[in-house]
């Protein structure tokens, strides 16, 4: 289980995450666009920032766990603790007994080698495999996966749908990729616009929403640059095809 209650980050005195709340227990999509806080709830999530309000994994207030292998993150930040990629599968087999066949299957199924290599000198789409990869090795409880499709052919992107699907019991996957969205129809997403979190829906109700101005009862109800808007399953309204297209919708 995990469990946010009036949840609020700063960056440099800036507001991020304001006022974020959930509760789930098990894998959920977090979409929206660019620069709208998906990121930093996965980096909260990660221990990389402090936070106000509340964050509990399995009941267990997040400030007070020094150690929890059950959790996964792909956030590169995470792997700063060796410089090849095989050392990085070893350490974890250590600390988080992340299985090295696992991996190596994973790697030969996505037609990725990066042995002797350091994940930064990977190609973009490489190094999304390669961290996802070890962020699931491990066949952790709960995950955290930051942007799984970027810089991913068609067949990659199907394998990395199996691979969220078949690893991990519950947690967060952020994307800000529509065109993946169909292949998640029966998940639950929330939306994170402006700092803030809305939902969840049922990812295939969100693909027949539509966006109209003003609140509607049982309605995902969001606010945009100070105003509220629905989302509503009818013929009325903005289709919502592309979300860097969303602010000039409303």
């Not at 709830?41 to 007070?64: P, W």
């Not at 150690?67 to 050392?87: C, G, Q, R, W």
């Not at 350490?91 to 080698?113: P, Q, R």
């Not at 491990?138 to 995950?143: F, T, V």
Request: hydrophobic share 40%; net charge negative; aromatic share 8%.
């Amino acid at each position: 289980m995990i469990e946010g209650l009036s949840l609020q980050v700063k960056v440099k005195g800036r507001p991020i995450l304001k006022d974020v709340n959930f509760k789930i227990d098990d894998k959920v999509l977090v979409l929206g666009p660019n620069g709208s806080g998906k990121t930093t709830l996965l980096r909260v999530l990660s221990g990389l920032y402090k936070y106000e309000g509340s964050v509990k994994l399995n009941g267990v207030e997040l400030r007070n766990i020094s150690d929890f292998p059950s959790f996964s993150s792909n956030l590169p930040e995470v792997y700063h603790i060796a410089m090849k990629t095989e050392d990085l599968v070893s350490i974890l087999s250590e600390i988080k007994e992340c299985s090295e066949d696992i991996f190596s299957h994973m790697m030969n199924e996505a037609g990725v080698n990066p042995t002797g290599r350091n994940p930064s000198s990977l190609s973009l789409g490489e190094r999304t495999v390669v961290f996802t990869a070890l962020a699931l090795c491990s066949k952790p409880e709960i995950i955290a996966i930051d942007e799984p499709f970027e810089n991913l052919d068609k067949r990659r992107k199907g394998l990395m749908k199996r691979w969220l699907s078949e690893y991990g019991k519950e947690g967060f996957v952020v994307t800000h990729e529509m065109n993946v969205l169909k292949e998640f129809g029966s998940w639950k997403a929330f939306l994170m616009i402006e700092g803030r979190l809305y939902g969840p829906m049922v990812v295939g109700d969100f693909l027949r929403s539509k966006i109209v101005e003003g609140e509607r009862d049982g309605s995902v109800v969001i606010e945009i640059a100070g105003k509220l808007y629905s989302l509503i399953v009818s013929n009325e309204g903005q289709e919502i095809t592309d979300w860097n297209r969303l602010y000039d919708l409303v």
